[in-house]
């Protein structure tokens, strides 16, 4: 039974991408690696392909969070400080749900990453619901980075 997990975008099928695994048996976070070699110039906020879609039950949310080397070790940071991927993200329209850290080189220099290196670690979270939450008219997820509006 499938009940949460990863897989990789048919964009990169046969790029030959990893599925992120924990690093120790207490650890929290998917480490989650770059899916294709990219430049991010001094100052620059890029969007970093991760090559991955998480599928996952109602009530659950994943959590992208910086990995704590980040800033001193590769001079970027995760610029929206979380990244909050919903449930019903995954396979949609626009990008098959694909997973994109956004990041944003700190430094005076150009940042280069190679493809394979950890960026970001991924934490999946059950959440919560405010009263009356059933009765609110929703839409159906289209995309990403702003697809719902402004
Ligand atoms: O760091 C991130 C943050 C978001 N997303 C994807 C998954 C998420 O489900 C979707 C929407 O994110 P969010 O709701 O934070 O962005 P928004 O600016 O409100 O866009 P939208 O109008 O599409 O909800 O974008 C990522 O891939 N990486
Ligand atoms: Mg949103």
Same mark, same amino acid.
């Given at each position: $039974? ?16 990893? !599925? ?35 599928? $996952?039950?109602?009530?659950?949310? !994943? ?39 956004? $990041? ?20 999946? $979270? ?25």
């Amino acid at each position: $039974m499938k009940t949460r997990g990863f897989e990789i975008v048919s964009k990169y099928e046969n790029a030959g991408l990893e !599925l992120p695994v924990r690093a120790t048996k207490q650890a929290a976070g998917y480490d989650l690696s770059v899916a294709e070699k990219l430049v991010i110039q001094p100052g620059e906020i890029k969007l970093v392909s991760t090559g991955l879609k998480a599928y $996952m039950q109602a009530g659950e949310v !994943l959590y992208l969070y910086d990995r704590s080397s980040n800033p001193r070790k590769k001079g970027l940071i995760l610029i929206n400080s979380v990244g909050v991927i919903d449930g019903d993200y995954y396979n949609n329209p626009s990008n098959e749900g694909e997973i994109f850290a956004q $990041m944003k080189n700190i430094t005076e220099s150009e940042v280069v990453l190679e493809k394979g290196e950890r960026i970001v670690q991924a934490v999946f $979270m059950p959440f919560l619901v405010a009263d009356g939450d059933e009765e609110t008219v929703k839409t159906t997820r289209t995309g990403g980075f702003g697809s719902t509006g402004h």
